[in-house]
C-alpha cells in the first residue's frame, strides 16, 4: 500500500481524536475522585439564621442509612399527630384506634400507653386492659409518675387499695411533689379505714398546695382559720370562701337527703345511695 499525503494526514487525525477521548475520560476519573475524597470530610454550611453548624458527609455517603434515618422522623411525626388526634377526639373507640396507630408507628410512644389506659378506664371501666397499658408504658419507662399514678387510679376504682397504694408511693419516689398521689393515698387509707394515715397524707398534699386536701383540712377543723385577715397570708380569705362552699354543700345534702362522698378519683361529689353527681364542692 502506497502511503500519500493525504492518507498520513488521515491517519494524524484518527490517533490526535483518540488522544483527545482519552484526555477526557482521564478528566472525567480525576473530578470524579476528587469529588469523592470531598464527600468523607466534614464540611462547614451556614444556616437560615446565619449559624455555622457542622455536617457530617460520612452518612450521606450511605444512602440506606440516611432513608432509614429520614423514615423514622416521619413516622415519629406521624405518631405524634396521632395522638394528638387521640386526645381531641370525644368518641372512646376513636380515641383507642388513634393511640393504636400512634403506637404501631412509634412502640415506644408510652403518652399513647398513658392515654389509651385513661379511656379505657374512664371512658369504658375496662380496668383490666387499662392496667396494661400502664404496664407496657412502665415496662418501656420504668420510673414514668404519671404510668404509676394513673395505675392506682384504677386500682382504687376496682377497690384493691394496697395495690393503689404501692403505686401512689412509686408516683410520689419519681416525683416527690406530686400532691395528687399523696391526696388519692389518703383516700384510699380512709376506704381503708385508717383515719391515721389518711390525715398524714392529706396534711402532706396541702402542704405541697393541693386546694382539695386544704378544704379538707379546714372543713375538719386540723386548720384553725381566723376571722381577721393575717398581714403573711394574702390567700387565707380564699381559704375560708373554700369552706363556705364546702359548708354549703353539706347543707345541699342535708336537705336533699343524698348521703354525698366525695370521689377520690375526681374530687366531685357523689351520692352513696343513687350515685347522682353532686358536682364539685366548691362550685356550689
Request: aromatic fraction near 10%.
Amino acid at each position: 500500500m502506497k502511503i500519500t499525503s493525504e492518507n498520513a494526514l488521515v491517519v494524524f487525525g484518527t490517533i490526535f481524536a483518540i488522544m483527545i477521548v482519552f484526555a477526557v475520560i482521564a478528566t472525567l476519573f480525576k473530578t470524579l475522585f476528587a469529588a469523592a475524597n470531598k464527600n468523607k470530610e466534614t464540611s462547614e454550611v451556614k444556616d437560615v439564621a446565619g449559624s455555622t453548624q457542622s455536617i457530617d458527609t460520612d452518612n450521606m455517603s450511605n444512602p440506606f442509612s440516611f432513608v432509614i434515618t429520614k423514615a423514622k422522623e416521619t413516622m415519629e411525626k406521624d405518631a405524634e399527630q396521632h395522638l394528638n388526634q387521640g386526645d381531641r377526639e370525644n368518641d372512646p373507640d376513636r380515641k383507642i384506634a388513634a393511640y393504636e396507630m400512634a403506637i404501631k408507628l412509634q412502640p415506644d410512644l408510652i403518652e399513647a400507653y398513658i392515654n389509651m389506659g385513661l379511656t379505657y378506664d374512664n371512658m369504658k371501666n375496662d380496668f383490666v386492659r387499662a392496667l396494661q397499658c400502664y404496664e407496657k408504658a412502665l415496662s418501656i419507662k420504668p420510673n414514668s409518675n404519671d404510668a404509676h399514678f394513673n395505675m392506682g387510679c384504677t386500682y382504687a376504682r376496682m377497690k384493691e387499695f394496697d395495690k393503689a397504694i404501692a403505686c401512689y408511693e412509686n408516683a410520689i419516689k419519681y416525683n416527690p411533689h406530686d400532691f395528687e398521689a399523696y391526696w388519692y393515698m389518703g383516700c384510699c387509707y380512709r376506704d381503708k379505714g385508717d383515719e391515721e394515715n389518711q390525715i398524714k397524707w392529706v396534711k402532706t398534699a396541702a402542704e405541697l398546695g393541693d386546694e382539695k386536701a386544704q378544704s379538707w383540712l379546714l372543713d375538719k377543723g386540723f386548720i384553725k382559720v381566723s376571722v381577721k385577715k393575717p398581714e403573711n397570708d394574702p390567700r387565707k380569705f380564699e381559704r375560708e370562701l373554700i369552706l363556705s362552699q364546702l359548708k354549703a354543700a353539706e347543707e345541699r345534702a342535708k336537705l336533699c337527703g343524698h348521703d354525698w362522698v366525695m370521689s377520690h378519683q375526681d374530687g366531685r361529689l357523689y351520692c352513696s345511695k343513687c350515685g347522682e353527681d353532686g358536682g364539685s364542692p366548691w362550685d356550689c
